[in-house]
Structures are given as C-alpha cells and as structure tokens.
C-alpha cells in the first residue's frame, strides 16, 4: 500500500515544519509543507492530502495572541476545509503553535469557552515532560498505553476553561493527553491535549516530533530510551492508509 501524503501548513515564523516532517516520514508518510502565499494559490491541496498538519514554531510572531493571525489567514483561504477533512476520516494534527491556532480557527473545542493562556509561573516554558495517552476517541491515542517523553516550548500553553465545558470534554472522552507527573503551565486537570467529536483532529502543547529517534533523548548515552514520540506519528500514518 502507498505511503499516505502529509501537508504541514506554515506560516511566517512557523519554525518546527522541519521536524515534524522528519517525524511523519520516520513514521512512512511522504510530506510536503505550504505557507500561506502557496496555500492561497493551492487551496485544494487540503482536498488531496491524507494527512493535514499545523506546524509549531511563532507563527506572525504571535502578534495580537498566539496562533490569531494563523487561524484568521486559514479561515479566509480555506474556510471549513479542515474540519471537512476530518469529517472525511482524515486526521489532522496541531503541534504547539498549531495547536493554538486549530482552537482560535473553532476546529478545535475551546474557541469561545476554553483557551489556551499564558503559563502559570508567567514565562516562557522550555523542558522535557511525560504526557499519558488518554482518549479512546482520538485516533492519534486509543491504541497507546505507554507515556511518551518529550519536550515542552511555550508561553501560552496553560489549557483554561469553564467547569462546564471540562465536563464535557471528559464526558465525550475527549481529553486525548495528560501531563505525567508534571504539569509545566498550570493546565486544568493536566491537559496537554485535546481531541476534536470526530476524534481525527488533535491538538496538543508538547513536541511529540522532537523525540522520535532514541538519540534525540537527553539521557540517551546514560542509556534512557523510553518515551518515544514516534508512536504518536505512526498511529496517524496508520489511520489515514487505512
């Protein structure tokens, strides 16, 4: 069976397209990238790729808000066009950045009820942390027990939201990653990540694409070389060649 066709949607200031593309191929898809300019003169290629990605990285330099001015250009392009990919079995994944930006755009659930705000401690966050696989719903994570390790890079990370939307999000198994131990921002009951009701579309804080070979662990040559990301990208791979 052919390897599936990944787009990573850019913007500028986008800097983890990269890596996440690395991560796909590792996992046996086949990538290409479009930043906006290129996207507005290919609006169908959402239409024809197996796999949509919303890279990570400080997209317009997160001016006016993290991921606004992203998700204000993809609704003016493309419209619904990644929510219709979902609707169509396709998985679609918001790295960080992207992340941010799938839940201004209202792919996400969080748009006028939840929000993803400046961290706890008031700064910038750069560590490694576990998250644990949740959600039964999302395709990205009902097939994974073990926690994968690796590294966080935010300000605005800190998932907020109402009592009543929270008991939603449970209730509809959609709560797809926790923080395994350490919570790095203050996100309420853990959340690192969050699925959409079809389950295709997962947004999430961590940089899963960052630690999907063993030698980017950074106790690798103290012989740690548990967590990896790439369990993550091979379970989306899977769906969308199925």
């Known amino acids: 069976m052919s390897a599936p066709h990944a787009l990573v949607l850019t913007a500028p200031g986008t800097n983890r397209h990269p890596d996440v593309m690395f991560a796909l191929q590792q996992a046996g898809a086949t990538t290409s990238a479009l930043n906006m300019h290129q996207l507005r003169e290919q609006p169908s290629a959402i239409n024809n790729a197996q796999m949509v990605v919303v890279a990570g990285g400080f997209s317009f330099a997160d001016a006016l808000g993290a991921g606004r001015l992203f998700a204000l250009e993809l609704s003016e392009i493309v419209g619904s066009a990644i929510q219709v990919a979902a609707q169509a079995g396709k998985p ?84 797809a990653l926790t923080y395994s131990g350490r919570n790095p921002n203050g996100s309420r009951d853990d959340i690192a990540g969050i699925c959409d009701e079809t389950g295709f579309v997962l947004g999430l804080m961590p940089h899963p694409e960052n630690h999907v070979v063993a030698r980017q662990h950074p106790q690798y040559h103290r012989g740690q070389l548990n967590g990896l990301g790439l369990v993550l990208f091979e379970q989306g791979v899977a769906i969308a060649r199925s």
């Open 92 to 175: 679609v994944i918001g790295i960080c950045n992207g992340f941010q930006t799938l839940v201004r755009l209202g792919v996400l659930p969080g748009k006028h009820r939840a929000a993803l705000g400046h961290n706890e401690a008031g700064g910038f966050q750069c560590s490694w942390i576990s998250m644990k696989p949740v959600s039964k719903r999302s395709v990205w994570t009902r097939n994974l027990t073990e926690d994968i390790y690796c590294p966080i890079a935010h300000g605005e990370g800190r998932f907020t939201a109402s009592d009543e939307t929270l008991s939603h999000l449970r209730d509809n198994d959609q709560i």
